[in-house]
C-alpha cells in the first residue's frame, strides 16, 4: 500500500528558509511525478510545484517562483521542497502527491493518486 509521509514542517520567521521532505513507500517511484500543494485556513488547496516521474522538469506556481525548489532523491524514494524568503501568507498544511507517469503541469490534484497527510508550515511576522 503506498504511503507519504511529509516532515520538516514548523513554525518559523518571515523571510527564513524550511526544507520539507516526502519518503514515498508501497510504490515505484521512479514512475511517480510529485508535487507539492497547500491549503491555508478557508482557501482552496493549491499547487506549490510538481516536479516530473522522470525528474527532468520542474514547474512552479507563480506565487512561488524564484522562492522555492523541488529534488528529488530516487535512492531514497524521497522529494523535497525547499522553500526561501518565507512570508506569512506561505501559512499552509503542505501536502506532498504522486501521480502515475505525471508531467510537469500544474494542476489542481484531482488526477494525483496519492497523497500525504501534511505538514503545517506556519510564518510568523
Known amino acids: 500500500q503506498a504511503q507519504l509521509v511529509e516532515s520538516g514542517g514548523g513554525l518559523v520567521q518571515a523571510g527564513g528558509s524550511l526544507r520539507l521532505s516526502c519518503a514515498a513507500s508501497?510504490?515505484?517511484?521512479?514512475?511517480?511525478?510529485m508535487a507539492w500543494f497547500r491549503q491555508a485556513p478557508g482557501k482552496e488547496r493549491e499547487i506549490v510545484g510538481v516536479?516530473?516521474?522522470?525528474?527532468?522538469?520542474?514547474n512552479y506556481a507563480d506565487s512561488m517562483k524564484g522562492r522555492c525548489t523541488i529534488s528529488r532523491d530516487e535512492a531514497k524514494n524521497t522529494v523535497d521542497l525547499l522553500m526561501n524568503s518565507l512570508t506569512p501568507e506561505d501559512t499552509a498544511v503542505y501536502y506532498c502527491a504522486a501521480y502515475l507517469y505525471g508531467t510537469s503541469d500544474l494542476t489542481d490534484g484531482k488526477e494525483y493518486d496519492y497523497w500525504g497527510q501534511g505538514t503545517q508550515v506556519t510564518v510568523s511576522s
Open positions: 516536479i516530473s516521474f522522470n525528474g527532468d522538469r520542474t
Open positions: 508501497g510504490l515505484i517511484f521512479r514512475k511517480y511525478a
